[in-house]
């Protein structure tokens, strides 16, 4: 199968989750041992997975987050204060174990796969790196379009066989990260192009760009949209104009994860941005994700209006590796435990409120 046949038959696969199994897992919430909602968005996110796994013995074993890493084109226009070397440099720190993603995945128990999919040096360190790489970073989208439709069909097929791959290992809860410096304003450029708004509204520091930086970013992201904007015709000419590898590597584990009946927990503004593009390519997607965090990108919050979706956390992150969601995906397990092992009132012998 070649990867538009993949992508095709992945956007074929995904089925939206029938509502009467909410209602099932709604029914048993009220049986529980708790008065009625009072575990919040814990008893929401249960029922949730109970409809994506199409059963009342719900399980979030085998979480796995997947990691990407690309580089991006636009960084020659100065919109980043970190050299594009970093990308790489940080993919060797993380293998080796010691960026925050690592320390937060092994407090949460949840396994950390990194997939290098457009980083544009050879790493070093690099046991334990899944080599999917597409091209060795974009091209500059201010200039010429970021990749070629077919790179980005490539790119996403990339991430729907690590979904397909998870699911296979057994893994029933995914998250997706990445690591790309300049990634920020691609997903900048991404959100402006997905909802309309003014680059100067969904334009953010990012990794701490200073005024000019920023004044920088904004005025690349003017420029693609000038110049691309009036050949979009679809999500995925999004992604090829303006986006990244390392992003439609992350839209495709939405499509899989969706099509494998797997919940998938969307960490920041940049995964947000590449969930909003799999919802984009097939509404039902979002009947599958779990926003985990609140960013402090000013683009993030239209793309979670696209996506229909409130985070768990607000804790004042901008980090993006899948920080957010090693974060979440405890409380996610948590959630499946209550409702699966809580007793009812009828099994405990608890009398019920009047």
């Not at 409380?331 to 608890?350: K, L, P």
């Amino acid at each position: 199968m070649d990867n538009l046949e993949l992508f095709q038959a992945t956007l074929d696969g995904i089925q939206p989750v029938d509502p009467r199994w909410i209602e099932r897992a709604e029914e048993r919430q009220g049986r529980l041992t708790k008065p009625p909602g009072s575990l919040g968005r814990l008893e929401e996110i249960a029922n949730r997975l109970a409809a994506i796994q199409q059963t009342l013995s719900i399980s979030a074993e085998r979480p796995r987050i997947i990691l990407f890493a690309a580089d991006h084109g636009v960084c020659a226009e100065g919109v980043n204060p970190y050299p594009q070397a970093v990308t790489g440099q940080m993919v060797s720190n993380i293998l080796r174990g010691g960026a925050a993603i690592n320390a937060l995945a092994r407090a949460g128990g949840t396994e950390l796969r990194i997939v290098d999919a457009g980083v544009a040096c050879d790493i070093r360190d690099s046991e334990g790196l899944i080599r999917r790489r597409i091209a060795r970073g974009t091209k500059n989208f201010c200039k010429e379009p970021a990749m070629s439709r077919d790179h980005a069909i490539a790119a996403a097929c990339v991430g729907i066989e690590m979904a397909n791959g998870a699911a296979t290992d057994g893994c029933q809860l995914l998250g997706i990260g990445e690591m790309g410096i300049g990634n920020t304003t691609a997903a900048s450029a991404m959100t402006a192009m997905l909802t309309g708004l003014q680059p100067a509204r969904v334009v953010g520091h990012g990794t701490g760009a200073d005024e000019c930086c920023m004044q920088r970013k904004i005025f690349s992201v003017e420029r693609a949209l000038s110049l691309h904007q009036p050949n979009i015709k679809d999500p995925i000419d999004i992604l090829a104009t303006v986006g990244g590898f390392e992003i439609a590597a992350m839209s495709g584990v939405c499509l899989g994860g969706a099509a494998n009946r797997c919940a998938v927990v969307v960490d920041g503004f940049i995964a947000t941005a590449a969930a909003a593009v799999a919802v984009r390519l097939n509404d039902s997607v979002r009947d599958y994700l779990i926003a985990a965090h609140c960013s402090t990108e000013p683009g993030q919050g239209p793309l979670l209006d696209c996506i229909g979706h409130r985070p768990l956390l607000d804790l004042g992150m901008r980090l993006g590796e899948g920080t957010g969601g090693a974060l979440a995906i405890p409380i996610i397990r948590a959630a499946a435990e209550a409702f699966r092992h809580m007793a009812t009132f009828e099994s405990a012998g608890v009398s019920r409120a009047k």
